[in-house]
């Protein structure tokens, strides 16, 4: 795709090199082998530690023209003289569409950033080895220079040609596995051009101008998929005998058909003669493909590059995080502006008009936290691409943010900025890679993805104006009438638009500003907010009573209810017979000047936008007559748009004069405003208020005689103003100051039966929406639409639960426990709300509203720090400080005690204490390890017991959404890479504890599966028996189990513990309170390392482990818990149908045996039955349904074959038979259970399938007992 007038973008990461991909090799082909070699050392490049200063690291983002030569470059403007190749990716953008079409905006956009990487890493691979500087990365385009003199133009015009050849002939033409074929153009131009440096002291761009420059570009537009064509000069230049050419109709410009190719001495020679680095370019080595990677560097020399470098970037470069670590999926604000210029202008003027455009960019995007990634020069004009939101610059209203910058920029250029024909400014928001791409040799830090070529395109298709995508329009939460609709038109490669907005900034309609945005009937009930009503009622009261000014201020998070309460509170007021002047101020008021005020005096004085000029000038008259001169009248004209004519007085003012006159008079009209009468003042967003308007508000308010009731959201200015007067002794008695505290649960579930209109919920549901929230209301409703949109809901009248069939998924929706029903709920019949049976929340993405508030919290954290919380967020909510620093990268695990002692004095994380831990987990009683060690199948050494230290290395994050934001940040590859290491780590752990004799939950299950457990199971010596290992996991493990069972609150979902727990039927070992550390391992090992599984994509062993924590869960006497994780296992299960034998016939049979013990425990025993009778089956074991079968079965079963058993037993290798032993022991709990259940029934039938089962069973248990007998022989 082509950003603008014909350049484009381009982008890249080796690692991610399609594995596979053969590299065949041309005759003729320069160092064939070195490339190969080359290859090979590329495969794990970024993840090595290759650059061994911070000076070759920021070396690496620029090219040699700059990085080598940035001491010689003295003026702004310098010419340079060469051959540039143009080469740009044809099928970008239809690419980045099948990509999101098949896979979604955020693993389409890692798709597409990989694909995309590993291809032009391949392709920047040929040109550094030819020698090439790589210029500039532009949308999927690159533009590299060879620097020549003019004598060597001949010679290095066929290196360059001999290099594109090569580069067409095995990269021309790339498939991708989503069908779409990527295709590549290049043009090639030779001569002189300019180099010019634009933009502040802090912040420097690059650019290349001149005819060469626009050559390169025709000639690249001429240029078919797979073709070369050299432009007219360079055609002129060139070692003609050595080519074939085409000419082109009507063109000067030529298509290279073939060439002789150049010898290896040829190209050396070419190579020495190149002007660059005196280090001449070598042909092996990595580090001699850029000389710019080997300077010795001066001692500024850092300053000097990193100015040219994105400020995101350089913010992890400082923090020393690792390169391999820059990359995130993020969703960010892109914005492009075109400037057009009127004619082709002299070097020095573009220079001059990019040097100033740039620099008044910068000024209006430094505040917002924007930057300008980068500049792109054509022969028409220059195209700008602006971020919000890149990694550590995230702001809360980033939409905002970014259209404010976007009109501020187009009036800036389009009236401060000559000869430019048009502006076009162009935003648009979502998820896009952003990170390093390119080489690990060059590279530069980018966005990629369909919105950033959707603004591309929007910049192009709807000039002379601001445009904005509908996400950007909806995300803004601003009033519709700061847009326009903007009539649809195609855009090449973009498939659904969706609306295109103008964005039009202040308009009428905004002067006269908003009262609440919404009714008190829009809003459902305000829900826990008593407290807050009562101070209401009784600072209005004493308003009432003394006349005494107050201002009751509340302060809350974004979302946290400010706004519904304050409606409530106005109806309130109101009802109590005050007149309540409301007015809600937005983030974009905050930046123009005298908005409040205005706002503020236009609704009590109730001034309409939509009332004709001449009503508004007769109410001030009205209102105003006596409060300020008749002269002064024409001071509000532009004020409330009205014209009153304009005095003389007033027209012989200066400037100076004019503004106090003009100060004076608001004061005056605020006066009489507020003053005086009893009324009520609600402003919503108080800390909004300009600082013009404050101006003038703050001695006024300190005056009269008023009630005021405000919200303030944390971390503005004004709301610490106002935090600081109200903690004030003087100011106390006036300002009333409260905190919104976050709902409790049950206002929470309340909130939620009230917006699905349910009567109650499943406490699944409540949980994930009271934890994940943190009792933020519009948390709360974001994350419930997520499910709604996902279907991920089920609504039932109970009525017809009690109807329901005896199946599986009847048991599931059965046994899900509900909350309180509301009063309202009529009779028996209330409809519920569950979470479906067959899909989990916890794998729902994060909803984009939640993420963005999340992530410019996480971009309040330093990189570093960040990035740690990264690798901690995969391990889970709660984390030992052993696994995280088993799976930090070396760079960062030296640092990682005091990074996280960091991390929790902010109040990111926090270190779980012995203090914190049960009881039962420091249960001093606890024996050693039985004897009974091998026969559950695992031998390990014995962790030694030591009491848990203080610091135990448990960490919890404090706010879960933050962990969740972080963890969506990874790359899908380095994340899976990540899951693997943490899974390795686990499975260690993945046993019953010490005193339940260790083994698997599932008896020999790891001998079972021997093919699929193959390689995860592996001891890193390192780690071996670590003792603390095993006791931090044990107390994570009890934290996670609290945090699944309670809320913050302790209480409310306290009592669904005690259903969710179904106590045991057997007489288990376990029954009643478990003194065992299975428990917390189930939580913190088993159900980790299944998600660690599902998140790798490996299905098997995902299975595996729910299956291991269901078998856990039921050793714990926690059955609701067992039915969960093997109703995951049927999710998973079912998503597999299609593929054949991923899962195998032992799991499948535990499946079915597990499953048929908890519909045991459950109740259910018909279709207990009916799945041990389906385990069986699978194991080899079928159990007869008839009596007849009943009857030939037990005479079979009475038949002697002890020692033929005995005798294959011992015949067998050890791990034949513990897999053995696997399947009989499964036999025999299915059998055991069968006996009790049969035996239950009392009926002659049930009598005769229980001895049969009994019978079946005692075989079975003698098999066992050969078996073990015959492995204790062999040990
Ligand atoms: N006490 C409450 N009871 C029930 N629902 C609530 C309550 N408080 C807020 N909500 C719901 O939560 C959502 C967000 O509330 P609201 O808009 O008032 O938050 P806010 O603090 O004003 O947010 P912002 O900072 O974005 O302005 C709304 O849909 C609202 O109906
Ligand atoms: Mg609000």
Redesign the pocket.
Known sequence: MTYGGGHCQVIVTTTMRAEGQSRTEAPGSLCNSHCVVRALMMASAWERNRYHSQLEKAAAFLPSLIAEDYLKIIGPVQAVQGVLLFADISGFTALTEKFIQRAGPDRGTDELAQTLNSYLCDILEEVLTFGGDILKFAGDAVLVLWRAPPQELAKTISLVLQCSRQIQRKYGNRDTHVGQKIQLKIGISAGPMDLLVVGSRRRQYFLIYGEALDAVCEAEELAHAGEVILSATSWELCEQHRLRTRRLAGKRAVKVTGMDPMSWSECQEALRKLVQHPRSHRLEGEGAMRPALLLPGGANAYDVLSKYISGAALGKLDDRVPLDLFSELRPVTSLFVQLRLTARISTVDIRTIIHDASRMMLEILCPHKGEINKIVLFDKGCMFLCVFGLGGEKLPYESIHALQSAIQIFTSCSTMLMEIEAVSVAVTSGMVFCGVTGHPLRHEYTVIGQKVNLAARMMVRYPGLVSCDAVTYASSRLPPYYFKELPERKMKGVGHPGTVYQYVGITKKSIFGMGLAKKRSE???????EKEIDLFGSCLKAYEDSGQRHILAFE??????????LTELAYLGQAAGHRVVAMELLEVNVRQSFCAIRTLMARALGLQDSEPCGARQCTLQTKLRGTIEESSFCLLNDIFLVEFPVSDEVRKMRGIERKKELHSTWAKVLEKTIGGEFGIFVI??AHFIDPASWSIMSPVLRNVSYFMVM?L?PGYARTEGFCKAAADNTMSQKITYLHLDE?KPA?VVQ?VCQNLGVDSISRDLARFLIQRSSGI??YC?ELLGCLLCNKMLLFRTRRRAEKAEDNWESLIIEASPLTATSSSSAGNDGTVCIIRPDVNPENTVLPTTLKEIALAQLDQIKPLKQTVLKFAAVIGPVFTTQLLSHILPDGIRHKMNCLLDMLVSDNILKWLKTTEVPEEVRDPTKGPGSSRQAESGVERPSPSKKTTERQSGVLVFCVPLLREAAYELWPERQRVALHRKCAAFLERHAHKCESCSRGDFVAFHRFAVTSTQEGGSSQGPAEQGDPHSWEALVLAGEQLKRDRTHTPEGRFLAKSEQTAELPSKTDRKHSGTCSCECRAIVESVLVPLARHYMAMGDAARAFYYLLESAAAYLHVSNSYMALMKLNEAEVLRNSLEKKANVIACFEEATFFSLKGEVCWHMGRMKLAKKMLREALSLLGRQFPRTSIGAFVKSQVEKLPCASYVARRASSLPQEARRKRLAWLLRQSCCLSLLEHLFSLEGTSSGRTFSRLAARMKANTDRAVDSYRAADSCHR
């Open positions: 809003y459902a009930p305000l829900l826990g907010r809350g998070t974004m979302g946290s209810g400010k706004s519904h309460l919503d967003n919200s959201a709902l206002a909130e209301p519009y409703k």
